[in-house]
Nanobody, 122 residues
Framework: QVQLVESGGGLVQAGGSLRLSCAAS????????MGWFRQAPGMEREFAAA????????YYADSVKGRFTISRDNAKNTVYLQMNSLKPEDTAIYYC???????????????WGQGTQVTVSS
């Protein structure tokens, strides 16, 4: 079982930056693929970024590629999402997720956090 707790959300102006953190419990954190998803008001939840267990591979949605960077520190059981050049359309609740097994980068995640709100003003 893995518990995930996100932090770092808030209100930022367009063009600004935020760094989200996701603290995970569980001794097997380092073996999980980790992802960030987001859900805007009235929209379905969508994939944003993911990182494999060793941090050797990352995968991004086209909408965030070049602006967001996912990273992880297995010693601290934490995954991060650095968000730069934020746009109003990035406004959403951001969720951290963990996937036990290899496979799809964008679906099939087993554990989810409660989410953190990111609001980008124009």
């Amino acid at each position: 079982q893995v518990q995930l707790v996100e932090s770092g959300g808030g209100l930022v102006q367009a063009g600004g930056s935020l760094r989200l953190s996701c603290a995970a419990s569980g001794r097997t954190f380092s073996s999980y693929r980790m992802g960030w998803f987001r859900q805007a008001p009235g929209m379905e939840r969508e994939f944003a970024a993911a990182i494999n267990w060793s941090a050797g591979f990352t995968y991004y949605a086209d909408s965030v590629k070049g602006r967001f960077t996912i990273s992880r520190d297995n010693a601290k059981n934490t995954v991060y999402l650095q968000m730069n050049s934020l746009k109003p359309e990035d406004t959403a609740i951001y969720y951290c997720a963990a996937r036990r097994l290899p496979g799809s980068w964008t679906s099939g995640y087993d554990y989810w956090g409660q989410g953190t709100q990111v609001t980008v003003s124009s």
